[in-house]
């Protein structure tokens, strides 16, 4: 009978020390040991004991074996094993790039060229010229086509002065008396030519005009040979110049 009786106080016993077990689980290596040791005595301690231990005297059991584990040496303990965080692997929203259109560059306008490679003028169908004689620009036409450029003028009257031959004419509204240089003679009629100071971008020249009934100036060949080309689909190419 008194065997069966420290067979009870023997599983008492053990219910006591897995619940230890249970409270020290978290911890490892030489306190895992402790817990074993502990699991041991008590074990013998309960097999011994007297088979009706009261519920008081347990307790006090378990905190004498709380005190002995916490009095042994720090050296032969070990920290606590602190089970590490599992990480959150956060997966990222796949979203659609929105595509930007970068808006193509606004080409500089190319200044438009008034001169060939070799140096030559590049004329428009019109241009604006500095007639000397009328001390302002005059639209003209380029007709390269037309050997001798011509000056529309009225009122045409030719005299002479200190015996050489002049001419007197109105043109733009402005009366004027030019020295004629010779006449030009064509189907039995004359034309007086005068010379003009003319002034069309970098040319700067006497030019030889034909005087003709009407009001338009036309620039010939006369002019534009060897220092000018005309564009037809162009017009006031060169900048007006006065000198």
């Known amino acids: 009978m008194a065997y069966l009786k420290g067979l009870a106080g023997c599983f008492e016993r053990c219910r006591q020390i897995v619940y230890n077990v249970r409270v020290f689980s978290t911890f490892s290596g030489i306190r895992m040991k402790k817990t074993l040791i502990l ?86 169908q019109h241009e604006w010229v500095w007639l000397s004689p009328a001390k302002q620009f005059v639209k003209v036409r380029i007709n390269q086509e037309q050997k001798a450029s011509t000056l529309g003028v009225t009122a045409l009257v030719p005299f002479e002065r200190d015996g050489n031959e002049w001419v007197k004419f109105t043109a733009r509204g402005m009366d004027f008396e030019l020295p004629v240089t010779r006449w030009l003679e064509k189907e039995d009629a004359k034309s007086a030519i005068v010379q003009v100071r003319t002034i069309l971008g970098d040319l700067n020249a006497l030019t030889d005009f034909a005087l003709v009934e009407g009001k338009d100036v036309v620039l010939g060949e006369n002019f534009t040979k060897d220092v000018a080309i005309v564009d037809s689909t162009r017009d006031f190419v060169q900048p007006k110049k006065k000198k």
């Open 39 to 124: 699991f041991v005595i008590s074990l013998m301690s309960g097999c011994v004991s007297s088979p009706s231990t009261p519920p008081s005297t347990q307790n006090e059991d378990v905190a004498q074996a709380d005190k002995a584990i916490t009095s042994l040496p720090e050296d032969q303990s070990e920290s606590v094993k602190v089970m590490p965080s599992v990480p959150v692997v956060v997966t990222p929203t796949e979203t659609t790039p929105q595509t930007v259109q970068t808006p193509p560059p606004v080409a500089k306008p190319q200044p438009e060229k008034v001169k060939t490679r070799d140096g030559k003028l590049i004329l428009g």
